[in-house]
């Protein structure tokens, strides 16, 4: 398993951006797949984007054409880049990292979670 830290959440006006950053311990950071996964209150974690090992992208159809996801390899850390915000992106946004190959949309094959970082859009 790889330790996560996540960074770069806090509250924003609608329409406004913010960037998270998880940064990762261990030498072996391009051997994972990343993703991101955010939880209001009252629901479900649900996916939000993910990055292969190839660097290929992956997002929910809520944040499509507005969240970036991006990583460093020699800085060990995943990026959100997160545009146009909007109330409905209020959530704890975790990162996660996985070495299984599969649906990186699936958060039950992430094998280690952060500690998550809370996003507050307001109207």
């Known amino acids: 398993q790889v330790q996560l830290v996540e960074s770069g959440g806090g509250l924003v006006q609608a329409g406004g951006s913010l960037r998270l950053s998880c940064a990762a311990s261990g030498r072996t950071f391009s051997r994972y797949a990343l993703g991101w996964f955010r939880q209001a209150p009252g629901k479900e974690r649900e996916f939000v984007a993910a990055?292969?090992?190839?660097?290929?992208?992956y997002y929910a159809d809520s944040v499509k054409g507005r969240f970036t996801i991006s990583r460093d390899n020699a800085k060990n850390t995943v990026y959100l880049q997160m545009n146009s915000l909007k109330p409905e992106d209020t959530a704890v946004y975790f990162c996660?990292?996985?070495?299984?190959?599969?649906?990186?949309?699936?958060?039950?094959?992430?094998?280690?979670w952060g500690q998550g970082t809370q996003v507050t859009v307001s109207s």
């Open positions: 996660a990292a996985r070495t299984v190959a599969g649906n990186l949309k699936a958060a039950h094959a992430y094998d280690s």
């Open positions: 990055i292969s090992w190839s660097d290929g992208t």
